[in-house]
């Protein structure tokens, strides 16, 4: 078990890291810690999509490219810092759709160069892609299809319910998260609370664990997907997000936001 | 019975969905997920719905990967598929307008449509609305094209495209929409004047049903009831229902 | 909830059936059921492996094929019907490689004509399979890859603790279970016990949940692997494996044995 | 001390772990377990022992692929292969004998070891029985090849070959194997009439260290007392340890 500050110390200026959508593991706290470090150039990878997370960190200039199905903030609209940087030009895109992103996953987690996917052909997307290739089919003539390159994270962030002092970690049905655990090099996890017992000897629990052996580093920190919830312990903070959403639309209001927000809470994280 | 569009639109949408095995409906689709239930409701509990937003209504245990799995292994029979521009093509446009990367206006992104499009055989489009910005003559980005040639492998795609003022049904073979009803107080013209694109118009133009009596029941009961878990704000706004009293 | 004998129907004879390996949930009530009713020509798919269930088929003649990484009945030796059906040239192998197993059903799975896979190359086992290809990586020169095409069985049959009244199947860890599921036409499961709550709404229990979207048929059946165990349910008859591995020995002994435990069991399953 | 012959390969095997993140052994392997579970106590924790077989050291959750996956993320160091044929470029046969598919000894089948040869950096091979019927000139069927050529993706391979006789080091550049140490009791006359293939010999032969005092007393005592959980029969008749008292 480590602490917030220096569970992203091991996130490093330049990493690729992936991150969790809006709806699974948000590791906002981790996400906070990263601003206050000013890191930067980091290269988002959206699992398959990202929000809030991925919104204040292209905000706060800590974001060098972004490899998404889509960055949303969902009910509260778009996601104005995005928005705003890719109209300017500020960050490297690497527009991309939902499967194609666990594909590439996937890839990594079994270790093969490639996936192949099907749909794609004749989308804009893959004009843009010129690290996807379309190959033949092997096993059928005249039948092409898409080869999409793994996709090995530096880093996998995110927030999960608990964790046990094996360093096992709980996602239950969140299940995008382990993939993401095999897939990265490293795996950094916040968590509400660690418990006692060992998550993998309950049989229950085991079939929602990660086990340790893809987990880097562990940091308990208490509502860490603040003010996204988390599904079966808190439900998102709905005024402090239509706040965000307001004050996030100009660079001023953004600042406005870290200042009252990021930078004014280093101790509660 | 006095109706809203919504309710219009839910009941226009669900016998579209109904005989069907399988119904998926992703995040932020209200309209799209209660007339998924609707037809569930009027089926006997078929089509099965699985709607991402909602806990009670989401079967998926193997992560955000399932959905396109589930799709692509052929088990889900319609989707819904949204675009900030759709044009008379079926190609639709989730990512921006004017320029990329460096849009004038972006979207948020393509979410699955670039695959979702091609595996889910009733993909129906839906948009509240209906404009010249939205229904343009060819979109700027095409996040999913709204066809393919024959030697890609296509067992999906487009249906209809459902709109606040009309249905437009979507002929495959030869790449074109064609007007199938009219909304209730909206004419051809209106419709004309608010469509970027060409499309057929058969000789004689119907008006889409008001819905009847007792699918407003449903709705304004135990759909309303069931979509007030998810959307409880859609169902207060709209459904006039109180997630405490529904 | 249907009976094991309407549900062993669904696997007509000359269909390709995915079974777990031993230490999985191994449906051998259902292999009687089905020795019982005669079937014939099935394709067996063992996931990656099998043992008792394979043994049986193949002794009592129901067996056209095998596709396996292996057939063994571990601690008890060899698999005696499978290795004088082999000897005597009466079935079709297919021999492959474990991960070459699950590749080919994560292709059914995703959706996909083939799988990459590292490995393999240099392998008799190649030699033998002309249906899996060798390819160029797309996105290497020089760098050749197996491509294994997608493996949809027909059915997936298997053994679980439970399931809930909506169609729900809990597996716990045992995931090669709901690959098989997804990558399955039908999935037909026998199943300890049928339990009143909603799987899917424990979020502990859900996390190893199939859902019934996948499945097609399920028979309640008390110690439905017997004499495989269950694990955290009940150990296997060791003496009764061992009794099964020295009579299987020879024909005359194997039919011995399906006289007194399969054929005269019809109606204690 | 006196010791068993599973002792002495116990204390052999343990060494190649040290130093190692994480081991992992296939089922049925008893010595394998247990001179990886004795490594682990030598190194206060570390490897991190996976043994499919065991409830308590399997700490797999994502199914029957995951040790296939895991290995190939380059996350286990070490594993360990047998073969019912083995031969001097460590090509191993787990298929069968004298013809194919209708071969006169069938095996049980490759297993994964056509995979995990190619990827995990240090595969032991490993056999009790170590006869000419074993240690052929040339194996009838390849169920996974010692070497590959360059352009080949394969960062794992042989690193040694452990018999109830002697250790054979590979050396994967000549492709060949070295005799490493012979077992007490052992000559290198007998391996040399035991073995049907060509091996290097050094100038000096090296005799396989006895198990230490230390090393006996941590396989009878806590390794004995883990690996009774997944082997209790082995723990009983090799260690004489029952599992009531273990």
Chains 1, 3 share one sequence.
């Not at chain 1, 889509?70 to 890719?86: H, K, M, Q, S």
């Not at chain 2, 969905?17 to 399988?22: A, I, M, R, V």
């Not at chain 2, 700027?140 to 040639?149: E, I, K």
């Not at chain 2, 709705?219 to 704000?233: L, M, N």
């Amino acid at each position: 078990m480590t602490n917030l500050e220096t569970l992203v110390e091991a996130i490093h200026d330049g990493a690729s890291v992936a991150l969790a959508p809006d709806y699974s593991g948000c590791a906002m706290a981790a996400v906070r810690a990263l601003v206050r470090r000013g890191a930067r150039d980091l290269r988002l990878i959206a699992v398959p999509q990202a929000g809030f997370q991925a919104d204040m960190l292209i905000g706060a200039g800590c974001v060098g490219s972004v490899e998404a199905a889509a960055i949303t903030l969902g009910e509260y609209g778009f996601a104005p810092r995005f928005t705003d940087a890719v109209k300017n030009g500020r960050i490297t895109l690497r527009d991309s759709t939902c499967p194609a992103i666990h594909a590439g996953l996937q890839a990594a987690e079994k270790g093969v160069p490639f996936m192949p996917l099907r749909g794609i052909l004749g989308s804009d997307l893959l004009t843009h892609r010129d690290d996807w290739k379309v190959i033949e089919n092997p096993f059928s003539p005249d039948d092409a299809i898409v080869a999409l390159p793994a996709i090995r994270p530096d880093v996998a962030l995110f927030h999960a319910a608990s964790a046990d002092r094996h360093g096992n970690v709980w996602i239950g049905v969140r299940r995008e998260l382990m993939l993401m655990a095999h897939a990265a090099h490293r795996t950094l996890v916040t968590v509400e609370t660690v418990v006692d017992d060992d998550l993998l000897a309950d049989e229950a629990r085991a079939a929602g664990t990660i086990p340790a052996l893809y987990v880097s580093a562990i940091a308990e920190v208490r509502e860490g997907a603040w003010p996204i919830g988390l599904a079966g312990r808190y439900p998102a903070d709905a005024a402090h997000l239509a706040e965000y959403a307001r004050l996030a639309r100009t660079a001023a209001g953004f600042e406005r936001y870290l200042d009252e927000h990021v930078r004014g809470r280093a101790s509660a994280a | 019975m006095s109706y809203r569009i919504e309710e219009l639109l839910i009941t226009t949408l669900a016998p579209m969905l109904e005989g069907l095995e399988h119904v998926a409906v992703g995040a932020a689709s209200p309209i799209p997920g209660a007339a998924a239930l609707l037809a569930r409701h009027r089926g006997g509990g078929r089509p099965r719905v699985s709607m991402l937003a909602s806990r009670r209504h989401a079967s998926f245990t193997d992560g955000a990967r399932e959905l396109f799995d589930c799709a692509a292994q052929g088990r889900i029979d319609a989707f819904f598929l949204g675009g900030g521009q759709i044009d008379g093509s079926a190609n639709i446009n989730l990512v921006g307008i004017d320029g990329y990367p460096a849009s004038r206006v972006r979207f948020p992104g393509s979410f699955g449509s670039a695959f979702m499009y091609f595996v889910v055989p009733r993909v129906i489009l839906f948009s509240l609305e209906h404009s010249r910005r939205v229904m343009v003559p060819r979109v700027d980005f095409v996040s999913a094209p709204g066809t393919s040639p024959s030697n890609v492998y296509r067992p999906g795609g487009p249906y209809a495209l459902v709109t606040s003022r009309c249905v437009f049904r979507f002929d495959r073979d030869r790449g074109r929409f064609a007007l199938a009803s009219v909304h209730p107080g909206q004419t051809l013209e209106d419709i004309r004047e608010q469509t970027g694109f060409d499309f057929d118009v058969p000789a004689r133009i119907e008006q889409t049903p008001a819905p009847g009596a007792q699918d407003l029941v449903l709705i304004r009961g135990p759909v309303g009831k069931d979509i007030s878990e998810t959307y409880p704000d859609f169902a207060r706004r709209v459904l006039e229902l109180d997630a405490a009293t529904a």
